[in-house]
Structures are given as C-alpha cells and as structure tokens.
C-alpha cells in the first residue's frame, strides 16, 4: 500500500507535516515492533491530530512505506555505487559498508519495520526496488532474454533477506563484514549468470 495522496501534497505545510509523522514513527519503532505502535503513539510524537494523520495516510503500514523510502533508495544506490566493472570480491562499494553502519546504529527501528526473512514494509519495499534497480541494469548490459529476472530476484533475495536477519541477530558480523559477504554473494550471483547467458549464445564455428 502506498500513502495516500491528498490535494495540495506538493504544498511544504503538508511535507512538513508528513516529515514530523514519519520522524514520530521511527522514534516509535526504537521501543517497540510496527504492530505494537499504534495511530495515537504516533499522532502524539508528531503533535497533530487524528484527523490530520488519516488525511496524508491510510493506515500505519501506508506511513511505514514512506518513512522507508529514504533507506530503501540509500540501499539501492549502495549496491550499485560503481561504474564500469565492478569491484572485486574483496573490495566491496564502501556505501554499502556506510549503509550497514548506519542501519546498525538504529537496529531498533529496522527490527521493528523488517521482519526475519525480508518481510515487513521496509522489506518488501527493499526488495521491489531493488528487484527492478537489478532488472533495469542487467537489460542495460545485455539484451533482455531468460534468466534476468531470475538473477534481479535473487540480488533481492539475497540483500533483504541477509539484511533482515543481521537486525534481528541470526548472523554476527560487523558492518564492513557483512558488506564483504553480501558483496561476495552477489559477485557469484552474477558470474553464474553471465556464465548462463554466454553458454546460450550461439557458437559462430559452428554452421547453423
């Protein structure tokens, strides 16, 4: 779900208020799981009303979504800070060690907005975007064809699921750590591809 749209969203009384909603949200989020935050804790950190709350959002979850969006996009653009061949395996984009640093200060909040397995509003809205971030970039590269989808989904998997489980403990590693075996990861993931797709071109030796 997304958050609602209302006339004059463009209006900064209206960004401010929003602000002030997701910030009061967050702050929440440090005590307490997403589905233990109710409307009324939130309404009270942001100083407005009821009224005020449901005439931007449709519900808690529809904020959730908004007040993720700043991570998700950090999270995005971490993993693909590079341009020309990427980093080696042990050379990982030093966003992408930045991103875990800053999720790990604030591991609270992600708990309370990423569930165990990538599920959750930052979760699912992590790996949407990034899903089609890797999508867009391997159509990029090479000529659309079977097999993208199935690498773009597992770069997704493969990052909100890891991510999920390092806020809630399951694995133990710092944040340059973690950032060196997400990137190894990842690395594979494409090798394995590229690998896939070159194995289905045509040998030009060979008569058709």
Known sequence: MTPAVTDGSADPRTARTRARLRAALLAACEHRPLDRVSVAQVVRGAGVG????????????ALAV????????EAVDALHAWEGAPPGPEAPPAPLAALLASVHARAPVYRGL???GGGG????RLHRELR???LDELDARRPAGPGHDLTASAVAGIFTGTLADWVHGEITATPGQLAGRIWQLLLAVHATARLTWRARQPDPAKPL
């Open 50 to 61: 009821r009224a005020t709350f449901y005439l931007h959002y449709d519900d808690l979850n």
């Open 66 to 73: 908004d007040a993720c969006a700043d991570v998700v996009t």
């Open 114 to 116: 990423l569930r165990e």
């Open 121 to 124: 509003p930052l979760g699912e």
């Open 132 to 134: 089609q971030r890797s």
